[in-house]
């Protein structure tokens, strides 16, 4: 981990602070946003965001990272995306050993080791399928024991038993990523399958241990607005990648917060389920941003929204940096305001390219043009020392 950067303020930007872009300067101290006479970075040219909170993150969908360099490749990518919290979401399954609970058990144990020293804030969260009724214990041990902030409530069952009904190369495909054989998938599908019974009580159950230990919980693509109003009523309020608008808005009727995927607008797939991010948007149907497996999109969604004249780059910036922040209570960060933690982006204005991220006052990423005037203001061998 870096240390702290000395002192400083960054002057001559274009910076988002209460809530509009304009050239202001940005004092950091001691990891903290200040105020007051410092030496100066003249970053001219640039624009000063607030750092990105990304409310869910997946690594790839047949393993978790369980190791140190898994970790490290994920901590750095999100440095060079701008994210400086970022929740990781760890399966809890059944399609193979690479998602099963002694899997996730690893991960969370590796992540639990790497927090100490990594450049960003990574924070424990476990995507757990709803029909994986058995060891109901032991997921609520290791909600407690790990620290998980965030519980999703998933049903991949679901999606594997459509390819099995209608499409039976995905899921030998499927099989083939998971590492085991078509009769092993289908087994072990068919053996979730089973418990659909047991599913709403097995829901609730969790919800309320989930509420004795303080830990939020919601769901993953609810299909209808009557799925989103049933996981609403057992407390799940987080709803994420809604699979129709109807489902959305049913969130947003009870005040529950509805997360999007970012890569839609930057990459729409035509063949995706779920309503399209832009109509959730043009809808008021989107309170954050998340990037689910592209690492960048957060970053890349907020200035396509603005440039396809959806939503201003203030508002569209509050979708993946206030906008969670406060949604999972994290008062000290998403703006930059005196007080606050140091968590900050800066921009290349031409090529909206990031060249520096600071992330609790340590300057975990930099590259171009950033560099070279953060060297030409501060002591190149103490920079190098930071």
Not at 76 to 95: D, Q
Not at 214 to 240: N, P
């Amino acid at each position: 981990m870096p240390a702290l950067l000395p002192p400083l303020r960054l002057t001559g930007a274009i910076a988002l602070r209460d809530g509009r872009l304009r050239q202001r300067s940005v004092g950091i101290a001691d990891g903290r946003f200040t105020s007051g006479p410092l030496p100066a970075v003249d970053l001219s040219g640039y624009l000063l965001l607030p750092g990105i909170v990304d409310l869910h993150a997946e690594g790839p969908r047949h393993r978790a990272a369980t190791t140190a360099a898994d970790l490290a490749h994920r901590d750095g990518e999100a440095a060079s995306h701008g994210v400086t919290t970022r929740f990781l979401s760890v399966p809890w399954s059944w399609e193979g050993p690479g998602v099963a609970p002694p899997a996730a058990v690893a991960a969370l144990a590796a992540l639990t080791d790497y927090r100490s020293h990594a450049l960003t804030d990574l924070r424990p969260q476990l995507a757990c399928d709803a029909l994986l009724t058995s060891g109901a214990g032991r997921l609520v041990d290791l909600v407690r024991d790990a620290g998980v902030e965030l519980v999703l409530f998933t049903d991949r069952a679901a999606r594997a038993q459509e390819m099995r009904l209608n499409d039976r190369e995905a899921f030998d495909r499927l099989a083939r990523t998971h590492g085991v054989s078509a009769e092993a998938l289908t087994a072990a599908l068919d053996g979730v399958l089973a418990n659909s019974r047991a599913r709403p009580r097995h829901l609730c159950d969790l919800a309320e241990a989930f509420d004795d230990l303080g830990v939020a919980y919601g769901s993953v693509g609810d299909d209808s607005a009557e799925t989103r109003e049933h996981f609403s009523m057992i407390g799940a309020r987080f709803c994420l990648a809604p699979g129709t608008a109807r489902a959305a808005a049913a969130a947003k009727a009870v005040g529950d917060p509805v997360l999007a995927l970012a890569a839609d607008p930057v990459a729409p797939d035509a063949a995706a389920p779920g309503p399209r991010l832009a109509t959730l948007v043009q809808n008021g149907l989107c309170d954050a941003l998340v990037s689910g497996t592209q690492s960048a999109a957060p970053y890349a969604a907020a200035f396509r929204l603005a440039e396809l004249g959806l939503l201003p780059l203030e508002r569209a910036w509050r979708l993946v940096s206030e906008a969670p922040a406060e949604i999972h209570g994290l008062p000290d960060r998403g703006t930059i305001a005196p007080g606050k933690r140091a968590d900050l982006i800066v921009v290349h204005a031409g090529t909206r390219r990031v060249e520096a991220t600071i992330a609790a006052g340590r300057l975990v990423f930099l590259t171009g043009e950033a560099a070279n005037r953060f060297f030409g203001t501060l002591s190149p061998v103490r920079l190098a020392a930071e």
